[in-house]
DNA sequence: AGTGTATCCTGCAGGC
DNA sequence: TGCCTGCAGGATACAC
């Protein structure tokens, strides 16, 4: 569910309630969503004061005194919520109960979250291993130019693809696309210099304003306040299979193909020409 | 090496 | 009404 704009809006909600506080408990319901043993998971945490709130990718990133790290990856339909009166959390999987209200809680229907204590030396090997951010101010077009180039992958799947560029997922990979002109289907090493520049400034100005709108909620997402996003509204190509194309009017497809679906405008996005294989 | 497929899990929408 | 099938913002273990 959650790609790098909601993580975006969730990390900013946390910042204020979690800098400084200190953990004094963890409840465990659903041991499943732990990357290792409960016990292991809790004398991590425990006792330890918050110093940071920050977002890699997909990943919120807790960092803690000695140098340990709490990564929380939300799955399709995690959410991180401050438990204040009134909030829904009707599916728990882990309670943190805080020095000071309100307590922290990671909820998630279908448990494909996950929740893992590091190293910050461990942190740092995974992060490595992630893509670039694609709204740092060092990830230019060029770079997205280059390593393109090195991938006969379908751009979509390319997209999708955490250790090639962080924080993409489906949604955001095909408002990008469609507002770039490029097909899902098109190979990354097929996209010309011009394109990739196309596709560069797409992806920023999809992201971008996703943020500004705290999110796209289709069904599960909510901030660290339980509140839905404003951006799915605002979507041109995602999920509107046989409805007109914002551009041109051509009528929108869906079709599936690395087990997820793709949506794009035939007209705005012509077919990939070359026939590879 | 690099790519596509199947799988984890639950809830909900739509068809019959 | 109710059962059944398909579908979902992700990540990863496999097979080829």
Redesign the pocket.
């Known amino acids: 569910?959650?790609?790098l704009p909601?993580v975006e809006t969730i990390v900013r909600g946390l910042v204020p309630d979690l800098v400084n506080r200190s953990i004094r408990r963890i409840s465990t319901f659903r041991p499943?969503v732990l990357r290792q043993s409960k016990i292991s998971f809790s004398k991590g945490l425990k006792g330890r004061t918050v110093n940071s709130v920050s977002r890699r990718?997909?990943?919120i990133i807790i960092d803690l005194t000695d140098d340990i790290i709490l990564v929380v990856?939300?799955?399709?339909?995690g959410r991180l919520l401050l438990t204040r009166p009134g909030i829904q959390t009707?599916?728990i999987a882990v309670r943190f109960i805080l020095d000071k209200e309100p307590d922290l809680v990671f909820d998630d229907?279908?448990?494909?979250?996950?929740l893992e204590v590091l190293t910050a030396k461990d942190w740092e090997l995974r992060s490595q291993k992630l893509g670039p951010e694609p709204l740092s101010a060092d990830y230019t077009n060029k770079r997205l130019q280059i390593d393109l180039a090195?991938?006969?992958?379908?751009i979509r799947?390319?997209l999708?693809?955490?250790?090639?560029l962080a924080g993409?997922?489906?949604?955001?990979?095909n408002e990008a696309l469609h507002l770039a002109g490029i097909h899902p289907?098109r190979?990354?090493?097929s996209i010309n210099k011009i394109e990739a520049k196309a596709l560069h400034r797409a992806i920023r100005t999809v992201l971008r304003s996703a943020i500004r709108n705290r999110?796209?909620?289709?069904?599960?997402?909510r901030d660290s306040s339980g509140a839905?996003?404003k951006n799915?509204a605002k979507l041109k190509i995602?999920?509107r299979t046989g409805k007109s194309c914002h551009y041109c009017s051509g009528e929108i497809i869906?079709s599936?193909?690395?087990?997820?679906?793709a949506f794009y405008c035939p007209s705005c996005q012509p077919e990939p020409k070359e026939k590879r294989k």
Do not use: C
Not at 73 to 77: A, H, I, P, S, Y
Not at 109 to 114: C, Q
Not at 256 to 261: A, E, Q, S
């Open positions: 569910m959650p790609e909601e499943d990718g997909k990943n990856n939300l799955g399709m339909t009707a599916h229907v279908r448990r494909f979250g996950s090195k991938s006969s992958s379908p799947s390319w999708l693809d955490q250790h090639r993409i997922g489906n949604i955001y990979a289907r190979s990354a090493r999110g796209t909620t289709l069904r599960d997402y839905p996003g799915a995602y999920g869906r599936v193909f690395g087990n997820r679906p």
